[in-house]
């Protein structure tokens, strides 16, 4: 709930270069995240059903601290933000404490929404790969067993963390594709009424833009990865103190295979359902100021 936009102005809101701005602040959010998970194993119990047995609860226990922490969230207005999807809609009818706030019309009704694709491919993909380091408890090099009890607690909560962040980041993906629809009204209309989702693909995607983000997201991890309290020549020749809670490349195979094809999947679906006529909904949201 970091926003560096002010959702509450159109024209800021819908603006391409605040847009970027976001995304760049964004990648400081998750990068951040992933450090503070990657100090703990993987603890894949946390992730089984049945794993840690729960009352009333037929999900993991990171489902369980998840759906704890939206519940809270919900009652501080925070989903009903245009730029906030909870993984559990049904905390949707949960009535905040806190007076809403007017947000203008900023997209289009729709129901793309990537969360279950997120959290799949967190659990499966993105986890096993920074915290394989500091799971490897018994020094075999096979960090994906790393187990202990002790910070299940603390590993769940670091869970959600990124999670919202990684969800926040690629749904987005709506305000960039607005916003590039606004810009090409008749180009993006004939391509969305020919259900031409490859080609739409191809007119968002900026490689270049994209590679610049890939190397950014390097060197933000390498810097944020580092104690800068420490000396480049402390710990012997060719030692690279500080580096070392977060695998830099695994940060940047993160973005580069799925927070980027993510959120350009959220970017097409959105255009997709641009045309579509919804049901009468008010001209205005109300949510929370992030």
């Not at 989903?79 to 900023?106: H, M, N, R």
């Amino acid at each position: 709930m970091d926003s560096t936009i002010d959702l509450l102005d159109s024209s800021k809101a819908l603006d391409l270069n605040y847009i970027r701005y976001q995304l760049i602040r964004l990648e400081d959010t998750i990068v951040f995240t992933l450090i503070e998970r990657a100090q703990f194993p993987l603890n894949p119990t946390i992730y089984a059903v049945p794993g840690v047995p729960l009352p009333n609860f037929s999900g993991s226990f990171m489902d369980w601290m998840l759906y704890q922490q939206e519940l809270v969230y919900a009652r501080v207005r925070r989903y009903q933000a245009p730029d906030e999807y909870p993984f559990f809609p049904e905390v949707l009818s949960i009535e905040p404490i806190l007076k809403p706030l007017v947000y203008p019309k900023l997209l289009h009704p729709n129901k793309v929404n990537v969360n279950e694709r997120i959290k799949d491919i967190y659990v499966q993909s993105i986890l096993p790969a920074i915290c394989r380091r500091s799971g490897d408890v018994d020094g075999d090099g096979d960090g994906d067993r790393g187990e202990r009890k002790e910070n299940y607690g603390s590993s769940a909560v670091a869970d959600v963390a990124v999670l919202q962040a990684l969800s926040r980041r690629i749904h987005f993906g709506k305000f960039v594709a607005e916003a590039k629809f606004r810009g090409d009204v008749e180009g993006f209309t004939k391509l969305i009424e020919e259900r031409n989702g490859e080609e739409i693909g191809d007119r968002i995607t900026k490689k270049a833009v994209e590679e610049e983000v890939l190397r950014r997201l390097r060197y933000k991890a390498k810097i944020y990865g580092r104690d800068p309290t420490l000396k480049p020549d402390e710990g012997g020749v060719g030692s690279d103190v500080g580096v070392g809670k977060i695998d830099v490349e695994a940060v940047v195979r993160m973005y580069r295979d799925f927070v980027i094809p993510l959120t350009k999947d959220v970017e097409v679906d959105y255009l997709l359902q641009r045309l579509v006529v919804q049901p009468e909904e008010p001209t205005e949201s109300v949510g929370l100021a992030v």
